[in-house]
């Protein structure tokens, strides 16, 4: 088995920044890449970033992208979401997933296998 924590989050102005943190431990030989979703209060989760380790490839969705930046250690199973210039329809549950097996786009819940706790990110207007 696998588990994902994170931490960060919290509350922050429009225009602030944050930064969430996701350590994987446990059977973790088979990590091909990791990822950040969302979800919203009455919306469906949706896909936020991703990095495959193998040459640090990393994609986001239009939405957040040039403010939203994955970083993390292969070696050490942690991923890292820096967010910056927050905006209000930002305010999500976060949550951090582990893809173990390759998969084609890194952007489907379906590509990943574990999921962390999830952490509550609120934008202020």
């Known amino acids: 088995q696998v588990q994902l924590v994170q931490s960060g989050g919290g509350l922050v102005q429009a225009g602030g920044s944050l930064r969430l943190s996701c350590a994987a431990s446990?059977?973790?030989?088979?990590?091909?890449?990791m990822g950040w979703f969302r979800q919203a209060p009455g919306k469906e989760r949706e896909f936020v970033a991703a990095?495959?380790?193998?040459?640090?490839?990393?994609s986001y969705p239009d939405s957040v992208k040039g403010r939203f930046t994955i970083s993390g250690d292969a070696a050490k199973n942690t991923v890292y979401l820096q967010m910056n210039s927050l905006k209000p329809e930002d305010t999500a549950l976060y949550y951090c997933?582990?893809?173990?097996?390759?998969?084609?786009?890194?952007?489907?819940?379906?590509?990943?296998?574990?999921w962390g706790q999830g952490t509550q990110v609120t934008v202020s207007s």
């Open positions: 446990g059977r973790t030989f088979s990590n091909y890449g």
């Open positions: 990095i495959r380790w193998s040459g640090g490839l990393t």
């Open positions: 997933a582990l893809a173990p097996w390759p998969v084609a786009t890194m952007t489907l819940l379906t590509d990943y296998r574990y």
